[in-house]
């Protein structure tokens, strides 16, 4: 499809990508609807939350947060409120991310879909349609899902947004280690390193393991230590490698929306897809000049710039 001219304009504080990726989602009053969490048991003994908001439309959405982050987060929260008011919500929370460990050594990752697949298989008879957004890392998974299983898609899922996606994580990864992204790094890095640790000291409390992911100050380093052998891939690169998004995009075979800012801090140039958009009729790619990460905020009072962006989207099919 032809590149889309974005029309999002913010005024001079939110030029700033970093102003606008850490006030939007730690500065910002957060919106407070009321969820009711629903707890799946899957087929390995383990389990995953979903937190929704239902009124008993014909229509779901199912949104998926970024890295770290959870349901709870500010911008699935701004999100479910706005959307609630029209469909059914069905936030999920990635495994560990709910604010209890899951039970099994393996977690979720940049290209674990079997979450997703399983909420799909559960939901799909009570609605006549499904829409999904995915935020970063969740809009990796969303994109990879949709790609990788184009030919056999759940005829009930109509359309899909990515926000502020690294549809190439090897590139991506590298861009969070240069020096002014170490902020947001660093935070990363403490709640990963965390839970694997937790999760190690589990099966074996005198792991020589738990001081070298203590140690760990890059992606690389825990992917290395931890995501790659945990989930079945030989190392960092082959994890980003086999899970980056992009070489799914020309199968995408519904129409499915990028949103991905010019100045977002954690993209690399390879986390815009303009060749793979304009080759694939079915995939939308908007660029605004600004918005930070997940940010998209036009002033310090108003609600984020694509929520009624995402909703006029989606409405379309």
Not at 184 to 191: E, H, P, W
Not at 199 to 220: G, H, Y
């Amino acid at each position: 499809m032809p590149i889309i001219n974005s029309q999002f304009s913010p005024n001079f504080w939110f030029k700033n990508p970093h102003f606008n990726t850490i006030f939007s989602n730690r500065i910002k009053r957060q919106k407070t609807p009321k969820y009711l969490r629903k707890r799946y048991q899957t087929v390995d003994n383990d389990f995953f939350d979903v937190d929704t908001i239902l009124s008993e439309s014909d229509t779901a959405v199912i949104i998926l947060h970024g890295l770290e982050g959870s349901s709870k987060s500010g911008y699935i929260l701004e999100i479910a409120d706005y959307f609630s008011k029209t469909w059914d919500v069905w936030a999920m929370n990635h495994k560990s991310c709910s604010g209890e460990l899951n039970l099994r050594k393996t977690s979720y990752h940049s290209g674990r879909t079997e979450e997703l697949e399983f909420l799909l298989n559960e939901i799909h008879d009570h609605y006549r349609k499904i829409y999904l957004i995915g935020f970063s890392l969740g809009g990796n998974i969303t994109l990879k899902y949709l790609g990788e299983n184009a030919e056999d898609l759940h005829p009930k899922i109509k359309a899909a947004v990515a926000v502020s996606v690294p549809v190439h994580l090897n590139s991506s990864a590298r861009t969070l280690q240069q020096k002014k992204n170490w902020f947001y790094l660093n935070d990363f890095l403490v709640s990963l390193k965390k839970k694997a640790i937790e999760k190690i000291r589990r099966e074996d409390p005198d792991s020589a393991k738990i001081l070298l992911i203590e140690k760990a100050t890059s992606f690389v380093e825990f992917d290395n230590l931890y995501t790659a052998p945990v989930h079945g891939f030989s190392d960092a690169e082959d994890y980003w490698t086999k899970c980056s998004s992009k070489q799914f995009l020309p199968d995408i075979s519904i129409p499915t929306l990028i949103l991905n800012a010019e100045d977002d801090p954690f993209l690399s140039h390879e986390c815009y897809p303009y060749v793979e958009a304009m080759g694939n009729d079915q995939l939308y790619l908007e660029v605004p000049k600004y918005g930070g990460h997940v940010g998209f905020l036009e002033s310090s009072g108003r609600d984020r710039w694509y929520l009624r962006r995402l909703m006029t989207f989606l409405k379309n099919y």
